[in-house]
């Protein structure tokens, strides 16, 4: 059994603002409380709201960690009081509130999964937060379903590539947005019938002429502002319209005759400030559906790079140029 050591090393945001404001420091290892495990992290992904928590903009939670980093993969270290079906030395990937830049995390036992088989460390850190975001807003909020069409805004972000893998596997017809032509044909290699560079094309006519004029059923967007009355525009008659980011602007102005006339659902969420409980609902529902994919080899995360964790600065500065296609991902040797 290994030891776990007192102190490790983390990045913390010493001056909010650039990637050149974080820095590598050391900090006590944390505690696991009740119903949490202490993870040696291996690797942790690296996502838009890290960035945005850099910057100032996207405190953490109450009672979460200050250090970035929301999803981590790594072995369990140390059980807190009342952890049951996890042991010591088990191999898994975890959604964390925060704390995952670091040499050890602690994580809910709930929001803990197994490494699916046949994945690396850097894979399964790629998972949690992409494949819990995608989950219960595509599927439990957008209700998507086999046969229908799917519009992705983002298709070659973290949670796009996952998106438009996962409605594919389950069945619908996806087009899916980005900003190059590049971008465009990396969304169809990962499954989409059509990738649309919205610079070069309006994404509402293109919508129209794939589906017939009838619309796309269930939209995932992560822009809002103008994009609001295109996705209408875009939407078919009972269509879901599901909101996971702002990145154009939170406000817009809505036609509301039309969304009547259409009978649309308008809906968004956000994944880290729900309670463990309400997270471990979604948790339960990709270890039943979506793990099965993971491991048969019919979904697979995309890492489009890799930095160590001293290297967080040039991670970030690669996530806001927004050149990649999939998820960057920071590990941590032993
Ligand atoms: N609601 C939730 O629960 C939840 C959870 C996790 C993440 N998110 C959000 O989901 C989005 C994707 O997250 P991620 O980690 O996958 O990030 P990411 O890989 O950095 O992707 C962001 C993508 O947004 C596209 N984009 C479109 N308009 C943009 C704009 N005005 N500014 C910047 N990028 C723009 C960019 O692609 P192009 O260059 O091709 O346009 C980029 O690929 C982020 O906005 C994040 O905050 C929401």
């Known amino acids: 059994m290994t030891t776990v050591p007192s102190m490790m090393p983390v990045v913390e945001v010493a001056t909010a603002g650039g990637p050149e404001g974080m820095r590598l420091g050391r900090r006590p290892v944390p505690v696991p409380a009740e119903g949490e495990v202490l993870l040696r992290v291996a690797a942790a992904g690296v996502n838009r709201p890290d960035v945005l928590q850099r910057q100032g903009s996207y405190p953490p939670p109450p009672g979460a960690s200050d250090v970035l980093g929301l999803e981590i993969a790594g072995e369990v270290a140390a059980l807190g009081p009342g952890v049951a079906g996890l042991s010591i030395g088990a191999q898994v990937t975890a959604l964390v509130t925060g704390g995952g830049y670091a040499g050890y995390a602690v994580a809910a036992a709930a929001l803990c999964l197994p490494v699916p088989r046949g994945f690396t460390m850097i894979e399964a850190a790629a998972l949690p937060e992409t494949f819990f975001t995608v989950w219960t807003n595509l599927f439990e909020r957008g209700a998507c379903k086999a046969g229908e069409t799917v519009l992705i805004h983002g298709g070659t972000s973290g949670i796009g590539t996952v998106a438009i893998q996962l409605a594919a596997a389950f069945g619908a017809r996806v087009l899916a947005t980005a900003g ?54 875009a939407a078919a ?47 339960e529902g990709l270890r039943r559906h979506v793990w099965p994919l993971l491991e048969a080899g019919r979904v697979r995360p995309v890492v489009h790079a890799t930095f160590p964790l001293g290297e967080a600065a040039a991670a970030h500065r690669l996530m806001e140029s927004s050149a990649h296609v999939g998820k960057i991902v920071l590990t941590v040797p032993a």
């Open 180 to 233: 190059s032509d590049a971008k465009a044909r990396a969304c169809e290699r990962l499954g989409a019938v059509r990738g649309i560079d919205y610079r070069a094309e309006d994404f509402v006519e293109v919508v129209r002429r794939e589906t017939g004029d009838r619309g796309a059923d269930v939209i995932l967007d992560m822009v809002c502002g103008p994009y609001v009355p295109r996705n209408i525009a």
């Open 237 to 283: 008659v009972e269509g879901r319209i599901v909101t996971i980011a702002v990145q154009g602007g939170a406000h817009s102005d809505v036609d509301f005759g039309l969304v009547m006339r259409k009978r649309l659902t308008l809906t968004g969420s956000t994944l880290r400030p729900r309670t463990v409980a309400q997270k471990a609902v979604i948790a």
